[in-house]
Every structure is written in C-alpha cells, then in structure tokens.
C-alpha cells in the first residue's frame, strides 16, 4: 500500500529530513548531512528564501514505511524575475520504485498547477542558488561540500516519469600540484588589463564580514543575471547563507579583485567539509563541529563555489587569475585538490581555461523539466 502524507508536523518533518539515512545506509559514498542545516533551510519563518517563495513537503510511505520525499516549489523571485510561470522539485529521494517516484512528482506536479504554474522543474534544493542537480556521472567519489549525491537509479526515474533534460552542470576536479598555469591567451588579456587599470587581489577581511558580504552581493546579481538557471538573492538571503559559511570560511581562499577602487568579481572557495561529515554518520552538530573548527587536520580538499565579475570586466582574463589566486592559497594552507563546480555545460568560457589548467571533468548533475 502506497500512501503520499504532507509534511504537518514537527514529527512529519524529522521523518522528512531523517529519510536519507534509511535510504543510504551502507552507502559508502554518502555524506550525512547536518540535520541542524537542513532544518534551518526548512524553517519557513526564520529562512529568508520563504519571503518570496510557497513551498509544500509530502513524505511517501511504503507499506507504512517511509520510502520516499519530494519539495514542490513556487518560487515567485523566479518568476517575477523571467516573467514565467515556472514551478519547480526539490528535496527529491525514492527507493528504486515507479510507483512511489511517480506518485511523488505527481502530487508536487499538481500542486503546481493549483497555483497556476505551467512548468516543472528541478530538483533544485530549494533554488540552483543552494544544492541542485541530479548526480549522473561519476559515482565513485563522495560528493564535496554543497554538492548532491544520489543513486545511479535517480535518472532513470526522473525520465520514466516524463522528466527530461534541461542542462548538465559540470564538476571539475584538479590536483594542485599539477596546475599548468594561465593559458597563453588568458595571460595576453590580462596582462593588457592590468597596463591599462590599477588591479588589486585581496583575500577577505572577516574582521569587516558585513561590509565584504554587502560587496559580494554587490556583484553576485549583476553578474549573475544573464546566466541560465539564475535566481535574484535579496540581501536578507544573501546574508542569511553568508552567516553560515563565515565559521567555515578559510579567508585566504576567499579573494576579491577591485580594478582602480572598484570591487570587479570575488571568488568563493571552501574547504571541503564534507571529508568530516562523511564520517558523522548521526549528522548532528556534535562532535563534528570539533573537527571542523580544527579542519586543517581533517580537510586536504577545497572546493570553488562561485565566482562572480561585473559584466563590465569580463573578458579581461580576470575569472582565470582568480582562480589561480585561489588555488595559490590553497596550496600554501596545505589542500591537495579543488573541485570547481557547478559550471553549466555550455559555459566554454569557463570550461575551457578551467580543462587546459589540468582539470578533469569527473562529476556531471542534470536538471530535469517537463510540461505540467
């Protein structure tokens, strides 16, 4: 007997977010999340993404025992923004079943179109500014920070569902050892920049946290803009993720360039948590948070997870020397690899220099639209 519950309750959402441990147990690639995290992002009256956004969570139980979970989505930022009428999955896990998967997409699909949404799309946790993407290639690494992980099945039953593929999202993976440097064009251009600007590369001051939160937010939207999938951050919720990743933040891996006085791009590089978690199988805040306040014990991974230029100062070479910036830091405070992720498929501007520095493309997340 299948049955599709919404989530009521105190009780129906610890059922929600304790799912994944029944479902991955054993797993040896699977990274526990902090409970404490996940129920912050579903916290609809403290997190700031549920100001512009209507959600609704169901949980499917099998035979009286949870076998599955699914998020439906109206994010209204979106839609104001693309003037759509876009809705949207997320939260999305199932054992290996058509009926539950179906019955779950089906219950968020409908309640889409009861607010008038012609589209849906995902999984997206809950917007592609947060975890998003199906994992459809490259099984045998665990996932790094604020990346998904799911079973190799996930794809085949999106797409018997009538899901199909929007866009791939690309992770790259380099040994820092084996970092060939800028191309030899990237080099020329940016080279010509900085004869004609004074350019600056600076690390974050985490003394100032507020005022270089207020820069990045300065840059992110405008530079993000035109980019697929994006969705406005307003500053409460710009903010609010800034909060959480400041204890975690090495600032020598977060890097600003300012091209004379002007703040031009930053780049955001993390160190990889997810090598602590991993071996947190309660995934509550104890004793996981005593390893990561001394990480650089436990952490020898990094990963890049954003980086963002004015429209006015792109083409200049300036996201590559970013990078490198970045991976110099890294370096020196001891990582041995960076994933850089996630990077749309058809973004050959930033594929391109990111595959001659050395990287290889290891990890591929798809996301899914149908219809509705």
């Not at 956004?53 to 599955?68: C, D, F, I, Q, R």
């Not at 699914?70 to 104001?80: K, L, S, V």
């Not at 920070?145 to 866009?167: A, C, E, F, V, W």
Request: with cysteine; proline share 5%.
């Amino acid at each position: 007997m299948l049955e599709i519950k919404v989530v009521s309750s105190k009780k129906d959402q610890k059922v929600f977010v304790d799912l994944p441990w029944l479902l991955y147990e054993g797993d040896p690639m699977w990274v526990p999340p902090l409970k404490m995290a996940v129920n912050d992002l579903l916290n609809k009256k403290k997190h700031p993404f549920y100001q512009t956004s209507e959600t609704e969570l169901w949980v499917a139980y099998k035979n009286g025992v949870p076998a599955g979970r699914i998020m439906a989505i109206h994010n209204r930022a979106w839609n104001e923004f693309h003037d759509d009428k876009k809705g949207f999955f997320g939260f999305y896990e199932s054992v290996n079943d058509m009926e539950v998967s179906n019955k779950l997409l089906e219950t968020a699909q409908n309640w889409l179109k009861q607010h008038g949404l012609n589209e849906m799309e995902g999984p997206v946790n809950p917007s592609t500014n947060y975890e998003c993407g199906t994992l459809v290639d490259g099984f045998d690494d665990p996932p790094q920070i604020m990346m998904t992980y799911n079973p190799p099945y996930h794809d085949q039953l999106l797409q018997k569902s009538g899901l199909r593929k929007t866009k791939d999202l690309y992770a790259w993976l380099l040994q820092l050892d084996k970092v060939k440097g800028l191309p030899e064009i990237m080099t020329k251009i940016a080279e010509r920049a900085m004869a004609r600007n004074k350019i600056t590369f600076r690390h974050v001051n985490k003394k100032d946290w507020t005022n270089e939160v207020q820069r990045m937010h300065d840059v992110y939207n405008s530079a993000w803009e035109k980019n697929w999938g994006f969705v406005p951050m307003s500053k409460d919720e710009f903010f609010h993720t800034a909060k959480d990743l400041k204890g975690v933040v090495d600032q020598d891996l977060v890097q600003f360039i300012e091209v004379d006085g002007e703040t031009a791009g930053f780049i955001v590089t993390l160190p990889d948590l997810n090598q602590i978690l991993h071996k947190n199988p309660t995934g509550k805040l104890l004793p996981a948070i005593l390893k990561i306040l001394n990480r650089k014990k436990h952490v020898n991974r990094m990963r890049t997870i954003t980086l963002g230029m004015k429209e006015k100062f792109r083409k200049s070479g300036f996201e590559t020397i970013l990078y490198v910036k970045s991976f110099e830091a890294g370096i020196k405070n001891g990582y041995k690899e960076v994933e850089m992720s996630w990077i749309l498929e058809d973004n050959l501007p930033m594929n391109k220099p990111i595959e001659r520095m050395g990287s290889k493309l290891y990890k591929t997340y798809r996301i899914y639209s149908k219809a509705i």
